[in-house]
């Protein structure tokens, strides 16, 4: 995004002209920035030559998820809906990995089905579970297992997954149990160890640390695996400062690491991909006085984006306008919704706006759209790419009669 002749601008469209012509709020995409970020991710791991597949949970847009597809990309599912999606958006069934801690028994069954790559299992009943339905089908499946490495990401706590406390995986004494109980199995074949500790890092330490244990697991285990699935995590500069995960560290540890081994390693990113391909343009309602600060009011609401309530995320807002004049008191930024936490964030010092003005809330590609809500009986906002020159509209908004 550029600012010229002061007018804020995305992919050469000007912010104030989509505001108008498709109402706010608006998720608005960058399919450049989408397969910018692919290529870059393929860059740095060229040497590994690793399965990518797209967490899908990230966004499940069908639209984006052909996109991904059309990128050669696979994807990792975490429910049946997800699945169903990515095989929607022509991703082959051979590249899917089907994660996750608590798969139903429809889950399993609809995933051997559809003879996918993989199912991460989570937990020894887990295992039990899938063992039982691939009998009764006679069918032989194959499986990771997910290994919990006790590993802190250095993120926010709400979106750890890989420490002791976290419900994810099992730890090693558990995962050697499973090793030698697979090992005698007639129907699972363990093809794979899977790791992911977490979202949002942008140290490479964590991951070092984690590559440390998962090594010292393969030794344990005395057991071959023909996948190493590492996870996705990587983080993006959400602050605009610079603060950047090391890839070129990662790929050279990962290379270390894979020289003794002749196994396939698969990535599950989602945030990295399409995290800051996407704006949410907004428009303010109102401009509330109050003591100390000024409540910007948006027709944006923690419905549409719930990351900040929820995680207490940051996200930059740029306004659609800018100028040189300084608003008197600090803003914050709130959405309309009966509930206090319906906030955005607090700036000390910004320009002055004033009552139906756009603004954009930057980098919500990853967890807008599909955390979004009807709390509040609200109607989802229209999504839209820009592809080239063109508009597509890639989800109607919603409208209140279909809520009723």
Excluded: W
Aim: glycine letters at 6%.
């Amino acid at each position: 995004m550029i600012y010229k002749k002061n007018n804020l601008r995305i992919d050469g469209f000007d912010v104030g002209y989509l505001g108008r012509k498709y109402k706010t709020p608006i998720y608005c995409y960058s399919l450049k920035k989408i397969n910018n970020n692919i290529r870059n991710l393929k860059t740095y791991f060229k040497k590994i030559n690793p399965l990518i597949c797209y967490a899908v949970k990230a966004n499940t847009n069908l639209r984006i998820l052909k996109e991904i597809k059309n990128n050669n990309l696979g994807a990792d599912v975490v429910s049946k809906g997800e699945l169903m999606k990515a095989l929607k958006a022509g991703i082959k069934p051979q590249n899917i990995v089907f994660s996750g801690v608590g798969k139903t028994s429809e889950e399993i069954k609809f995933a051997i089905n559809k003879k996918i790559l993989l199912i991460n299992a989570e937990s020894k009943s887990e295992i039990l579970e899938i063992e039982k339905i691939a009998r009764s089908k006679k069918k032989s499946v194959n499986i990771g297992i997910r290994l919990n490495p006790n590993t802190d990401a250095k993120t926010l706590s709400q979106i750890s997954t890989g420490k002791k406390e976290n419900k994810f995986g099992v730890d090693q004494k558990i995962f050697l149990q499973l090793v030698e109980y697979l090992k005698k199995s007639k129907y699972l074949n363990l093809k794979c160890l899977s790791v992911h500790i977490g979202s949002q890092i942008l140290e490479y330490k964590p991951y070092e640390n984690m590559l440390k244990v998962v090594d010292r697991i393969i030794k344990k285990s005395n057991y071959k695996f023909e996948y190493i699935d590492l996870g996705g995590g990587m983080g993006i500069d959400y602050n605009h400062n610079n603060s950047k995960l090391d890839l070129q560290k990662y790929s050279k540890n990962i290379q270390k690491f894979l020289k003794k081994k002749s196994c396939k390693i698969i990535f599950e990113p989602g945030r990295y991909i399409v995290g800051n391909s996407a704006i949410l343009i907004t428009k303010i309602i109102y401009i509330k006085e109050g003591y100390n600060k000024d409540f910007v009011i948006l027709d944006a609401a923690m419905n549409d984006l719930i990351r900040p309530a929820l995680y207490g995320a940051h996200h930059r807002f740029l306004p659609s306008k800018k100028t040189k004049k300084l608003a008197k008191k600090a803003y914050e930024f709130v959405g309309p919704i009966c509930e206090s936490t319906d906030t955005f964030t607090v700036i000390k010092k910004y320009q002055k706006l004033n009552e139906k003005d756009f603004l954009v809330i930057c980098d919500v590609g990853a967890y807008g759209t599909s955390l979004a809500s009807n709390y509040n009986v609200r109607p989802k906002p229209i999504e839209i790419l820009i592809k080239g020159s063109k508009i597509q509209i890639i989800n109607k908004r919603q409208k209140i009669s279909e809520l009723m």
